[in-house]
């Protein structure tokens, strides 16, 4: 019984260390100059000057160059890729339980797994949610989901953490208005009573502090922050669009 409490309170101090903290996310995939683990760490480590005080990090060998330098919570996500996928119907963060073993085996101190039921049923999840609880009943579990009932779901078959990362990158959710999806985080936290991460698309000050508004426990920020690629092209596409303006 005492093995079980030390293992909860384990689980009650990693969540403490991320509530009411700005989690950078970084990431970068091979067509990127950023890919690469020691690329990663130095995004981290810029990250950890500006202020950060936890990461979300993908692929095991990412993890743990992040772990072997510094000492700040990780949340590991394991994307994985196909060809021919779809991946507005596809799960491929964290898909499956081996994917989750190798980022907690790796050093993360959170592993997100896709919450959604894209190609599987609500059982299929359960199972592997549960076999990871007995296996590993010190690391949090974040469903990153798309809408309230998903995250309704999560919460009854074990999840702790919430995170609206998928709305807007489902076939339910897809064709929004680009912005972040405030009303989702603020109904989670009324609707659950799991620990609420707010992500997804947050990318100017007036929507962080909008999204602030419903109280979400974290907020975490990716490429808006750690992808120089995807933020050039942005502001290249407005560049654009003025000069197109100018000679009309």
Known sequence: ??????????????????????????????DNPLYGAENTLTMAECARAGGARALRICWPDQVKKIKEHMDLPVIGINKQFREGMCLY?????????????E????????????????????????IMIRRLKTEFPEVP???????IEEGILCEAIGFDIL?????????????????????????????????????????ER?????????????VTIGTSVTNPMAITRRFLSAFEECRKAEKE
């Not at 609707?191 to 997804?200: D, L, M, P």
């Open 1 to 30: 019984m005492m093995r079980n409490w030390n293992k909860n309170m384990k689980k009650r101090e990693i969540l403490e260390k991320i509530s009411g903290q700005l989690i950078i996310s970084c990431q970068a995939f091979e």
């Open 141 to 147: 579990l974040m469903a990153d989901i798309a809408t």
């Open 206 to 218: 007036a929507q962080l502090v909008r999204m602030m508004e419903e109280k979400p426990d974290s």
């Open 163 to 203: 995170s609206t990362t998928l709305s807007g990158y489902t076939r339910e959710t897809m064709g929004g208005s680009g912005e972040p999806d405030c009303r989702l985080a603020g109904e989670l936290k009324r609707r659950t009573r799991c620990f609420v991460n707010a992500e997804g698309r947050i990318w």
């Open 89 to 101: 119907d596809d799960v491929f963060i964290t898909p499956d339980y081996e994917a989750a073993r």
């Open 103 to 126: 980022m907690i085996e790796a050093g993360s101190d959170i592993v997100a797994l896709d919450g959604t039921l894209r190609n599987r049923t609500a059982k299929d999840l359960e």
